[in-house]
């Protein structure tokens, strides 16, 4: 059973366009939901992560909404650059359990 | 700062040989260490995670085992691969009590 659910699968955008990815969540126990950008061949890289506290984090071009009633958060990406395509993972943890619940992934392509 | 290395970066082995593959991580003590397998256009699923030395716990039982016999170094094993061991092996450390984990560069492996 999938626990954190992401869509889209994958997404095309322009150059300068903002994609937002999705990620929603059954176990109201998370309280950790960290975003990791993934290149061909590499390990996953954390990008950000959001609590529950928030309902919004900036790190550079890079957002996160958190929307705790609805069980869900995205991540958008401003003013997308062709270096953005990468793969995104959101993932979700809770506080009494060390271990991250994934998303499958959703594939990132920003045409020049 | 730390840095996390895992070797071979690529591997083919034949069915039914053994595999060991090795993480270790610099700069910091006592870190929890997970091993994830990721299989293509899949995310991640964690297969170990040890929060000590000795300390290791199994998420999903199959056709592996992990090791930590130094603080700081973390192995994979097999004693006979399978077909359905392929896949891309992540390594990754995070602080005790700390939420963020990072990943090391992965392991591809393919078994013929």
């Known amino acids: 059973q999938q626990q954190v659910k992401q869509s889209p699968q994958s997404l095309i955008v322009q150059k300068g366009g903002i994609p937002i990815i999705n990620c929603a969540y059954e176990?109201?126990?998370?309280?950790?939901f960290p975003w990791y950008q993934q290149f061909p061949g590499k390990g996953p890289a954390l990008l950000i992560a959001?609590?529950?506290d928030v309902s919004e984090k900036k790190e550079g071009r890079f957002t996160i909404s958190f929307n705790k009633s609805a069980k869900q958060f995205s991540l958008h990406i401003m003013d997308s650059q062709p270096g953005d395509s990468a793969t995104y993972f959101c993932?979700?943890?809770?506080?009494?359990?060390?271990?991250?619940?994934w998303g499958l992934g959703t594939s990132l392509a920003v045409n020049p | 700062s730390q840095t996390i290395h895992q070797w071979p970066a690529t591997l083919v082995q034949p069915v039914g040989s053994p595999l060991s593959l090795e993480c270790t991580v610099e700069g910091t003590s006592n870190p929890n260490l997970y091993w994830y397998r990721q299989a293509a256009g899949r995310g991640l699923q964690l297969l170990f995670y040890?929060?000590?030395?000795?300390?290791i716990s199994s998420e999903v039982p199959q056709n592996l085992s992990a090791s930590r016999p130094q603080d700081r170094q973390f192995i994979l094993s097999s004693k006979k691969l399978l077909l359905s061991d392929s896949g891309f092996y992540l390594c990754?450390?995070?602080?005790?009590?700390?939420?963020?984990?990072?990943f090391g560069p992965g392991t591809r492996l393919t078994v013929t």
């Open positions: 993932a979700a943890r809770s506080g009494n359990n060390r271990k991250l619940i």
């Open positions: 990754a450390w995070s602080l005790p009590g700390m939420d963020e984990q990072y």
């Open positions: 176990n109201t126990a998370f309280d950790y």
């Open positions: 959001i609590r529950p």
């Open positions: 040890s929060v000590g030395i000795g300390q």
